[in-house]
């Protein structure tokens, strides 16, 4: 069997496309420039590189992208400070505040300290609790790319099994509400699952969300099953380095029905989704029909 391979990268590019269309008719129809304002605290090489490619795709789609950087020592109170002049102000539709946070910062309590509305990353504690309960919420965008190549493949996710590996806040619990609204029946599972292969073989949605790499093998995917690989795991093969997902992608490949690369799949869907909400927050701040 040949499995489909999901291109997140094209998916993403069509996604940016139609949210440059949404930010022009924005500012056309309505004189509203979208904002969008990513803060990093401290020098973290890898958060640097996700930053930067946040703005890059931001200004893009024609998008406003406001960088504050606040050194590694800079106090809580400080970033909460700039966190409530963001939520102060117009020009700004949406705020992220790039993880992880120095160790001597509550992560907790700077992103509860978002305007909910402008909490584009869908982590403040309301937004969180408005997904949980079924309410219109700003989702996660990891979890929300991921569903938009599932909706994608399958079209009607009624019914199907779907195995969530990884429980985290960011990934695999908003995931899981996400599948069980579209009328999935979720399991997930953690790393105290007892014998993770057997409960992975029952997915017809396999999702993986753990952070080890190449955990999952190709024996435990059900024949057929749509793959969705989100892990990236940098590792070291024959003296150089490369990133591969939680899932090997060759056995995998040889078995699934569709599946995603590492890199090349979740990973661009995710800031595409992030400039999708920062336009569904401008729309919604001004009370305006948010766009298809
Ligand atoms: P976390 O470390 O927060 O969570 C990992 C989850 O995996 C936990 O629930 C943990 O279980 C579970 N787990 C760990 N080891 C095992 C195991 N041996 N068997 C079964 N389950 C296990 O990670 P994140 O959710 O933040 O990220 C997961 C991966 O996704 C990482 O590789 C990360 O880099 C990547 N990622 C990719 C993104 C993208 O845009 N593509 C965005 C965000 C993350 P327990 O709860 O019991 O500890």
């Not at 069509?14 to 401290?42: F, S, W, Y």
């Not at 505040?97 to 700077?110: G, I, K, S, T, Y």
């Not at 999935?184 to 073989?201: K, Y």
Request: proline content about 6%; glycine content about 8%.
């Amino acid at each position: 069997m040949k499995s489909q391979i999901i291109n997140g990268k094209a998916k993403a590019a069509q996604m940016r496309l139609r949210a440059a269309e949404a930010a022009t008719r924005l500012r056309e129809d309505h004189g509203v420039i979208c904002g969008l304002a990513v803060v990093l605290v401290g020098e973290d090489p890898a958060s640097q590189v996700y930053v930067r490619n946040k703005s890059a795709q931001t200004r893009e789609i024609g998008m406003n992208s406001f960088e504050h950087r606040l050194p590694a020592d800079a106090s809580e109170d400080e970033l909460l400070e700039l966190v409530a002049t963001l939520n102060r102000d117009p020009a700004v539709d949406g705020i992220l505040v790039q993880l992880p946070l120095p160790q001597h910062m509550n992560a907790d309590r700077v992103v509860n300290a978002i305007a909910p509305h402008k909490d584009v990353d869908g982590f403040h504690i309301s937004n969180v609790g408005l997904l949980g309960t079924g309410q219109r919420a700003l989702v996660p965008c990891t979890p929300l790319g991921c569903m938009m190549m599932l909706r994608e493949i399958h079209g009607d996710l009624s019914g199907l099994e779907a195995v969530v590996v990884g429980r985290s806040k960011i990934v695999g619990k908003p995931l899981a509400q996400l599948l069980m609204m579209a009328n999935c029946t979720v399991t997930v599972a953690h790393s105290r699952t007892r014998d993770l292969p057997s409960v992975c073989r029952r997915a017809d949605i396999l999702i993986a969300a753990v952070g080890r790499a190449e955990i999952i093998r190709g024996d435990w995917v059900k024949p057929g099953a749509s793959v969705i690989d989100v892990g990236i795991n940098r590792v070291e093969r024959d003296g150089q380095f490369r990133l591969v997902g939680d899932v090997n992608f060759n056995e995998a490949a040889a078995v699934a029905g569709a599946i995603t690369p590492v890199p090349g799949g979740v990973g661009p869907m995710t800031i595409a989704c992030l400039l999708v909400n920062t336009l569904t927050a401008a729309h919604r701040a001004r009370n305006l029909p948010e766009p298809p």
